[in-house]
Nanobody
Framework: QLQLVESGGGLVQPGGSLRLSCAAS????????IGWFRQAPGKEREGVSC????????NYADSVKGRFTISRDNAKNTVYLQMNSLKPEDTAVYFC???????????????????WGQGTQVTVSS
């Protein structure tokens, strides 16, 4: 069974940090671009950051540039999202997605993906 499983979410104070992980089971991520999306209540789903299969190309939403960093460790079949200087408006459910044939720019903009995870809640509040 092909699965993406997110972890690392939680409650953090404004200005704090979290690192999210997206681990794949049942398939290797080596040939996939991986993206992080988020959805807050009452808001549209937003592409946060995407990374290509070898990690050489990344894309970020303007709202997280300079604060979030996406990376991947193909040996561990895992992609990470390091989130620093968190703000209350970063509160959302964060999902990871996997696509074989999309550029990082397209992946972060499209709603259709090969594989989806179930999501992990991130809450930024004092």
């Amino acid at each position: 069974q092909l699965q993406l499983v997110e972890s690392g979410g939680g409650l953090v104070q404004p200005g704090g940090s979290l690192r999210l992980s997206c681990a794949a089971s049942g398939f290797t991520l080596d040939y996939y671009a991986i993206g992080w999306f988020r959805q807050a209540p009452g808001k549209e789903r937003e592409g946060v950051s995407c990374i290509n299969s070898n990690g050489g190309n990344t894309n970020y939403a303007d709202s997280v540039k300079g604060r979030f960093t996406i990376s991947r460790d193909n040996a561990k079949n895992t992609v990470y999202l390091q989130m620093n200087s968190l703000k209350p408006e970063d509160t959302a459910v964060y999902f990871c997605v996997a696509d074989q044939w999309l550029s990082v720019y397209t992946q972060c903009k499209t709603r259709s993906h090969d594989h989806w995870g179930q999501g992990t809640q991130v809450t930024v509040s004092s």
